[in-house]
């Protein structure tokens, strides 16, 4: 059982170029998340999904697109990078249903744009 | 939408003593209250959470208590420990959205 796996690790790129993060996990929740981390802003959610084919945004959705084909994978594409979204980036996942379930983080992307 | 804030930004005690952080929400509809630990390089983990049907809930040295009413909410940890050195988020939601909104941080320093 690896929980909520990311990658990369590290990613630096230049101005325009695109990428994908990949986020997956292995314990068949429904519900997953994307976050950026600034330093003094904490958490900030980015979009979210309740389900296969289901994708809604968040708090700071320009300049990323997401997708859920399947329950185990979400990842997060950057369309056009620019330097404001050097960040880390978290991945979550947990249960849906009623009365809150705890949210589990993947380890993290560090993503640097130059 | 839901806002969190979050006080102290950053807190040092000594070693023994007890930390306490404050959190805020806004939403009303708000009724789930996670709290996140993240060392330094590493992901969040939940800690303790509360639901809006109870008052406190206590684990251990850590523990929450939740003010409806007022709509604030606060994490206390006793007898403070090196390694409780970290940062703690607090979170909102309210559980029929599912979406988590974050506090914007505080850094617990522990000194031996």
């Known amino acids: 059982n690896a929980g909520v796996t990311q990658t990369p690790k590290f990613q630096v790129l230049k101005t325009g170029q695109s990428m994908t993060l990949q986020c997956a996990q292995d314990?068949?929740?429904?519900?997953m998340s994307w976050y950026r981390q600034d330093p003094g802003m904490g958490l900030r959610l980015i979009h979210y999904?309740?389900?296969?084919?289901?994708?809604d945004q968040g708090e700071v959705p320009n300049g990323y697109n997401v997708s859920r084909s399947t329950t185990e994978d979400f990842p997060l594409r950057l369309l056009s990078a620019a330097p404001s979204q050097t960040s880390v980036y978290f991945c979550?996942?947990?249960?849906?249903?009623?009365?809150?379930?705890?949210?589990?983080f993947g380890q993290g992307t560090r993503l640097t744009v130059v | 939408g839901e806002n969190v804030e979050q006080h102290p930004s950053t807190l040092s005690v000594q070693e023994g003593d007890s930390a306490v952080i404050k959190c805020t929400y806004s939403?009303?509809?708000?009724?789930?209250f996670p709290w996140y630990k993240q060392e330094l390089g590493k992901r969040p983990q939940l800690i303790i959470d509360?639901?809006?049907?109870?008052g406190e809930k206590k684990d251990q040295r850590i523990a929450v208590t939740l003010n409806k009413t007022a709509k604030h909410f606060s994490l206390h940890i006793t007898e403070t420990q090196p390694e409780d050195s970290a940062v703690y988020f607090c979170?909102?939601?309210?559980?029929?959205?599912?979406?988590?909104?974050f506090g914007t941080g505080t850094r617990l320093l522990v000194s031996p």
């Open positions: 939403d009303s509809a708000s009724n789930y």
């Open positions: 314990m068949n929740h429904e519900y």
């Open positions: 979170a909102a939601s309210n559980t029929g959205f599912q979406k988590l909104v």
């Open positions: 509360i639901r809006s049907n109870v």
């Open positions: 979550a996942s947990s249960m849906t249903g009623g009365g809150g379930t705890e949210a589990f």
């Open positions: 999904s309740v389900g296969a084919g289901i994708t």
